[in-house]
């Protein structure tokens, strides 16, 4: 078989984490980062402003001073201590100081904190570690990652091995799992998502299916989960960052979409995988706010006229009395207003909102 022009041996990966609160699931997260295959990464940890003890009980793991029980990735001393590099983010902007130090320690040896003074969102946090990357460690592809993941140890040789084919594609993931359904770990979360535009939503391919091998090619699909996401470097200089403005929900779909408007692709590749933890809480208002608000921004941003047309019909004359008529039914008051304040905003043009 013929190598392609684009491809290259070994890139280097710079691999984000965003950590708000939930240092349990992220020394999980990291373990099973610190046993891939590959070789040519750089972690980059982002604390989000967490209020709990993240920042003593993760250091305390890098340490090998917190050994951790998963039934997905074995604990091992062999990489413990992982040497740590911490800057806060006014240190990262000023010019980080230290690069040398880490540039010739193996991948599973070092670990690069960014401590955020305050929580950014999931789209800013990231932003702040993606800049830090591409000005330090000069990656060939950036990997963001939920810290409520576990990674097969394949991952990044799948990936790589795919998006590095074809200077097109700007974007590939792997299938979710969700991370404990009765004990299965074959129950699909998410097999890559195709947009409806004309309705403002998307569907997620393969949700809830048990994977008996569905899903074996690498295919084509409008956007990926920001979960787990590998982003070519060219795509990231060339269409920009996640946009803050979002803060939260949506803001991966939005990148995916700049891309795809750029002239990038992004492909599902079904041959490796993670495990996602996925919440079982009841949505909050502030969750429905921010779906309902971005949501809005996203069509009147991305789609044509006849498909805003399209979703202005059913959401004006259907979806958005539906949607209060069973908040009121259920007696939702939160959740009633989040939709309702979302709707207002969604409207207004960024700006006027930020």
């Given at each position: 078989m013929a190598v392609s022009p684009y491809y290259h041996i070994n890139p280097r990966i710079s691999i984000l984490i965003l950590n708000w609160n939930g240092w349990r699931d992220t020394i999980e997260c990291l373990e099973s980062l610190y046993q891939i295959n590959y070789t040519n990464y750089n972690l980059i940890l982002i604390d989000n402003g967490s209020e709990d003890c993240s920042l003593e009980m993760i250091r305390t793991y890098l340490n090998g001073k917190k050994p951790i029980t998963s039934k997905y990735v074995e604990y091992t001393f062999e990489n413990k201590p992982v040497n740590i590099f911490e800057y806060t983010n006014d240190e990262v902007t000023s010019g980080g100081g230290r690069e040398d130090e880490i540039a010739?320690?193996?991948?599973?040896?070092?670990?690069?904190?960014i401590i955020n003074d305050k929580n950014y969102g999931f789209a800013e946090g990231n932003n702040i570690?993606?800049?830090?990357?591409?000005?330090?460690?000069?990656?060939?592809?950036?990997?963001?990652?939920?810290?409520?993941?576990?990674?097969?140890?394949?991952?990044?040789d799948v990936l790589?091995?795919?998006?590095?084919?074809?200077?097109r594609i700007g974007f590939a993931g792997p299938i979710i799992y969700k991370y404990d359904d009765d004990g299965r770990k074959d129950l699909i979360s998410v097999a890559g998502v195709n947009l409806l535009m004309s309705r403002g939503s998307y569907m997620?391919?393969?949700?809830?299916?048990?994977?008996?091998?569905?899903?074996?090619a690498i295919a084509t699909v409008d956007c990926l989960e920001g979960s787990c996401l590998l982003i070519r470097r060219t795509a990231l200089d060339k269409i920009g960052l996640l946009d803050p403005s979002y803060f939260l929900f949506w803001e991966e779909t939005d990148l995916c979409r700049r891309g795809f408007e750029a002239g990038y692709s992004c492909i599902i590749v079904p041959t490796t995988g993670i495990w996602h933890k996925t919440s079982s809480s009841k949505p909050g208002g502030l969750v429905t706010y921010y779906k309902t608000r971005n949501r809005l921004w996203f069509v009147k941003s991305h789609a044509s006229e006849q498909e805003l047309l399209s979703f202005l019909g059913y959401f004006?004359?259907?979806?958005?009395?539906?949607t209060i008529a069973s908040y009121i039914y259920r007696k939702d008051q939160e959740r009633l207003s989040g939709f309702l304040k979302g709707v207002l905003h969604g409207i207004l043009p960024k700006k006027a909102v930020g």
């Open positions: 010739d320690l193996p991948s599973r040896k070092k670990i690069v904190i570690g993606i800049r830090y990357a591409l000005k330090f460690q000069n990656p060939d592809y950036v990997l963001l990652l939920n810290n409520d993941t576990v990674v097969k140890n394949d991952l990044l790589v091995n795919a998006i590095n084919s074809d200077k997620r391919i393969g949700s809830e299916e048990i994977d008996i091998g569905q899903y074996h004006c004359l259907f979806q958005f009395w539906a």
